[in-house]
């Protein structure tokens, strides 16, 4: 009797070892099923601008002015700094980019804009392909945004700068960045030294005289919130203080929340 016991015994648990691998199959195929559909939830992204369905997560605008001649110094410390924020960019955030330039045929051209997509290291090995994202990230993402700053760099001086009225261009063209309430930043790569029929500080323009001439009247709301970083290229130290005064001032009447400056110099 004793060994029949046994051997019931034996069976019992073997019995219950065989149910607990069951339902931890079950449950296994359920959390890779759970993640199958949770993947296919997700809004996707559109085909033509890589944005997501349910909304861009930020913005980062980059303006580039060659009005003024650029050393080989200037481009090749300001590259690397450009590259790096799109880098830092989280996944969802539209990249644009745009010229400073009288020629508004020049700044149509020059603008670009297009959504980060995921790369292949933030691609799910259970419900993507890690290599195909990949693939697309570099073909349709990084290759034509390297393409359009290459292209940006390239553009030629000019005899003004209207760097005010390029910046207000730049943001009603992308969009929906003047309406949104996700990060935005703007980057500036430029001299600052704003030439144009409307404000120039080669005809002695100052804060006041722009301020008398209703000029921050003409201000929308498109900056509100956002942050701004110049890459700024050093010229006219004769008019550094009128021009760094300028500047504070408008970007405190455009409302932006913070303002990062880094010169880029040629010694």
Known sequence: MARRTARRGKSATASLGGILLIVVAIAGFAGVGYLYWQAHQAPGIDETSLCPRDGVKGHLAILVDTTDPLTLTHLQAARPLIADKISQAPVGTRISFSTVSPDSGVR??????????PSGKEA???????????????????????????????????????????????????????????????????????????????????????KNAHGPERFGFAFEGAEVTVLRIPRAPDKTKIVDDFWVRYFDANGFARVRVRRIGDL
């Open 108 to 117: 149509a051209s020059a603008f670009f804009s297009i959504c980060k997509p």
């Open 124 to 210: 799910s090995a259970l419900t993507q392909n890690p290599g195909l994202v990949e693939a697309t990230f570099q073909q349709e993402f990084l290759v034509p945004v390297e393409q359009a700053l290459d292209s940006l760099l390239e553009i030629p001086e000019a005899k003004s700068s209207p760097i005010m009225e390029a910046l207000q261009e730049f943001a009603s063209a992308i969009p929906g960045f003047a309406v949104t309430a996700v990060p935005r930043e703007l980057v500036m790569m430029t001299d600052l030294m704003q030439h144009s029929p409307i404000f120039s500080f080669y005809r002695n323009g100052t804060w006041q005289s722009f």
